[in-house]
């Protein structure tokens, strides 16, 4: 039998799930486009989760859909995440000066370890620890989406993680336009600040522009400056996963494909002037590949099973979210800008 005989069924099993997670992509941009605040890759999680929800759905999520749901939540999350390096030029982050620069990995580093240390204490299952602690400090769900990719348990742990980012992250698009305006941050520094402790990129976006075009220019450096720690965190996992399962097990490569292709695409965009067209369609693309994977992966959440077992990574996420934003806002108070 020819591989391309092999290879079609599950192509023509992916189709009905690839459908619904396109519609329901395209109901987010509606909903996007009524209420602007929100963004659109947290619409898609959202519409997943609401998905999953309807008990008459839920042998056709288990069934036909699912191949196609897997598919863009794995697959399609990884190419999304390598268009992703395509945002992010290295002079934008040398720009911001070392200070700033070391400040926002000491940050992350920060949360990172904290938001583990808690995940652990808790005793929260499998790789949730790890999974919450990238999500919270790197970039949200497509962070959380990139690390699962390369643990042991291949993204069964991700479902929490990626519910909690996305409430916290949303949460933070109304929360902190307050604090600042009740500490009295300047647009500049409420923009370092969005950008060191939000979560997801179109949730920065959203809470930034609140304060004006200055505010989202620096909000979106110093997110995409986080973002540029994914290639190496992810990497060092993989190094990790791979020495454990030394015993025979399956293991990760040392570097994975869609790690090394993210760094490669950080590195056209530094080294290559790219046309703003060029950049415009892949930024569109990206969004809409993350989308697909952001409902696929909402709709693997079950709300009566994340309340039953939720309950500790509910308090993790709370204090990690508490963490980050308070570290980040005395930073930005004490430490200079550029």
């Known amino acids: 039998m020819s591989p391309s005989a092999v290879s079609s069924p599950s192509r023509a099993q992916s189709v009905p799930g690839l459908v619904v997670a396109g519609a329901a992509y395209g109901v987010a941009w509606v909903l996007h486009l009524l209420l602007p605040a929100v963004p659109v890759l947290t619409w898609c999680v959202l519409l997943g989760i609401v998905v999953a929800q309807v008990r008459p759905l839920r042998p056709r999520l288990d069934g036909s859909w699912k191949p196609g749901l897997t598919l863009a939540a794995r697959r399609l999350l990884r190419i999304g995440v390598v268009l992703l390096g395509l945002q992010l030029s290295l002079v934008d982050v040398a720009g911001l000066g070392w200070v700033t620069i070391v400040a926002v990995v000491a940050i992350l580093g920060l949360t990172f370890g904290v938001t583990y240390v808690l995940g652990r204490w808790a005793r929260l299952p499998g790789d949730q620890p790890l999974l919450l602690a990238a999500g919270f400090s790197i970039c949200g769900a497509s962070a959380v989406g990139a690390m699962s990719a390369v643990t042991r348990d291949r993204g069964k742990d991700a479902a929490t993680p990626v519910a909690l980012v996305t409430l916290f992250g949303t949460l933070a698009i109304a ?26 990129v179109g949730q920065v976006v ?133």
């Open 175 to 200: 929360v902190l336009p307050v604090i600042g305006g009740w500490v009295g941050l300047t647009e500049l520094e409420f923009g370092a600040w969005v950008g060191a402790s939000v979560h997801d």
């Open 206 to 338: 959203a809470t930034a522009q609140t304060a004006g075009a200055a505010a989202l220019a620096v909000a979106v450096i110093v997110k995409l400056t986080r973002v540029l720690m994914l290639a190496p965190i992810v990497a060092i996992t993989s190094s990790v996963v791979r020495r454990q399962g030394a015993d025979g097990g399956a293991r990760p490569p040392v570097v994975p494909l869609f790690v090394a292709g993210f760094a490669a695409l950080v590195l056209v965009r530094t080294l290559v002037p790219l046309p703003e067209a060029l950049l415009a369609t892949a930024g569109t693309v990206q969004s809409v590949l993350l989308g697909l994977a952001l409902v696929g992966l909402g709709s693997s959440i079950r709300l009566e099973a994340l309340v039953r077992t939720g309950g500790r990574a509910v308090l993790v996420g709370l204090a990690s979210w508490i963490v980050i934003a308070s570290v980040s806002l005395g930073a930005v108070l004490v430490l200079p800008l550029g």
